[in-house]
């Protein structure tokens, strides 16, 4: 952290406490952030602040995008999806885009006119994307896209969508590309489904996409040829999995912090629950859980920052970061007694939350066969 960084931290704190916290509940019944704020998120400047400033971002790095990312976990959201919206569509586009496609998406997308997407799930294909079956079969200028999409984080307000799809079925993965495709309720050949009744994150909108003959123009296609979609997914990924890492941290600290808050101000016996030689030891443990964290966290960010950070050592921070987060939420969780399976205390939600983190962006299974790999 410097000065920089340090005044994002507080813009953003300010951003959550005023156009989020407040409408947390609406959010989470209605299934989803009201689109709006995506706009005022991005007339803030906090919308793609590591994008070129020549595509309207704001020509920083992956560190001020990681504050923002801390922060939104601090203020308790669980509605935007700030990671896809912020730290993956757009690096997508900036990194393989031509000049014409980082000129026509980006300014939309950092501007928060636009929500971005990334539809790469299928009903029958989690981690094995290789095997994906929805196709993209080109027919003059366009691509026809059939195929459907599920476990789509923004699937509800998005307006533009990265689709990995086959345009050679015959070639496994060397048939994988990613074409975008402008979206919105009219588009023919495109439908959303429902939003998904999840077990935490309630306010973001998580869905299934279906394209039946969607036309996707020719030119849509992300890279310089057909078939480098699977590499693509395969060096955007490290990313991904650091942006868990981020979340899995500032929960880890957050939850430490509430807990600590907690225990201080509940009597029990006569004294306080914190001097109770048990929630002690606990809380020690769990600071220290939080410590090396932060310590491996920060190891992570600086060699992401120095274009070092390899597919094995993001693999260790997704799965062994997202793993404490379960395990420290539901240590403290136990310490607040009943109250902590109340959804009025913040650990509860956090608990729902967290459970998700283990599975997405390659479920920590996948991400043990991974390091396995460099052994």
């Not at 896209?145 to 086959?166: E, P």
């Not at 136990?334 to 962006?361: N, T, V």
Request: some cysteine; proline content about 3%; hydrophobic content about 40%.
């Amino acid at each position: 952290m410097d000065d920089e960084l340090g005044a994002v931290a507080e813009l953003a704190r300010n951003f959550f406490a005023k156009e989020v916290t407040p409408h947390q509940r609406r959010f989470a019944e209605q299934g989803f952030p009201d689109k709006e704020v995506y706009g005022t998120l991005g007339e803030l400047g906090l919308s793609g602040m590591s994008i070129p400033t020549e595509f309207g971002g704001g020509g920083g790095t992956f560190a001020h995008d990681a504050v923002l990312f801390h922060e939104q976990v601090m203020a308790g959201d669980h509605s935007l999806q700030l990671g896809v919206h912020a730290g993956i569509v757009p690096h997508y586009l900036n990194t393989y885009g031509s000049h014409e496609q980082k000129s026509r998406w980006l300014p939309k997308l950092t501007s928060g006119e636009w929500v971005g997407a990334i539809a790469m799930t299928e009903p029958g294909t989690g981690s094995d994307l290789q095997n994906i079956t929805t196709k993209a079969v080109r027919d003059g200028g366009d691509y026809v896209i059939t195929g459907a999409k599920t476990f789509i984080s923004n699937g509800r307000n998005c307006d533009l969508v990265i689709i990995a799809a086959k345009t050679d079925p015959t070639l496994g993965g060397k048939g994988v590309s990613l074409v975008v495709a402008e979206v919105t309720d009219d588009t023919p050949g495109f439908s959303r489904g429902q939003i998904f009744d999840k077990l935490g994150q309630k306010g973001q909108d998580t869905t299934e996409l279906f394209f039946d003959r969607l036309r996707v123009p020719v030119d849509n296609l992300l890279g310089e040829r057909e078939g480098a979609g699977f590499v693509q997914l395969m060096q955007q990924l490290p990313q991904e999995r650091l942006i868990c890492g981020v979340a899995a941290v500032a929960a880890i600290e957050r939850a430490v912090a509430l807990t600590i808050e907690y225990t201080k101000s509940r009597t029990m016996f006569g004294k306080t629950l914190f001097d109770l030689q048990n929630t002690r030891f606990e809380l020690a443990e769990c600071a220290t859980l939080a410590r090396v964290s932060r310590t491996f966290l920060d190891d992570c960010i600086d060699k992401h920052l120095r274009g070092e950070l390899d597919v094995t050592t993001a693999a260790m921070a997704k799965y062994w970061l997202t793993d404490q987060q379960c395990a420290v939420i539901d240590r403290c969780l136990q310490l607040f007694g009943g109250y902590g399976y109340i959804l009025e205390y913040p650990i509860a939600q956090m608990y729902a939350d967290a459970r998700i983190q283990r599975i997405y962006a390659g479920s920590n299974e996948v991400m043990k066969e991974l390091i396995s790999r460099a052994l």
